[in-house]
């Protein structure tokens, strides 16, 4: 079954159980699924696809609960946290700092990289291995600290 098979069986499931959260998350999900696929005039899009939009609005949700935070508003950032929790489900499982921080040595290692002036040279690399399995701010950081 692909994600997006996934996706419209649990949007059922979620009518189905009136889930109101789950189904407005899912939603959202399948609205952005068909526009990418109408990008392209396509029916469908590829798995890899489909997670990357499910990654970008796990990230989006992310960026919107710590505005929410900052200003107070629990009520809506609570909001935010349920989708991400519910939108996480589709996503392969995340590595741990430590993980991420060894292939990031690594990388460095293999690279060559001397200092922050190599930071392109690295994050590339680093990134086409950890798509998707890690957070690119974790990243980020990790190839700052390990460059210094």
Do not use: C, W
């Amino acid at each position: 079954m692909t994600l997006t098979e996934q996706i419209n069986h649990d949007i059922k499931q979620a009518m189905l159980a009136r889930e109101k959260a789950k189904l407005e998350a899912l939603r959202a999900v399948k609205a952005a699924i068909l526009l990418e696929a109408a990008k392209d005039g396509s029916a469908d899009v590829s798995d890899e696809v489909a997670m990357g939009i499910v990654q970008k609005l796990v990230k989006q949700r992310k960026d919107a609960s710590t505005i929410f935070k900052e200003q107070d508003r629990a009520d809506l950032a609570k909001d935010e946290d349920d989708q991400i929790a519910i939108l996480n489900v589709y996503l392969p499982a995340q590595m741990s700092e430590d993980e991420v921080r060894k292939v990031v040595a690594d990388t460095i290692a293999q690279v060559g990289a001397a200092g922050p002036q190599d930071m392109g040279k690295v994050m590339g690399p680093v990134m086409g291995k950890l798509k998707g399995k890690a957070d690119g701010k974790l990243i980020s950081a990790l190839v700052k600290e390990g460059l210094s």
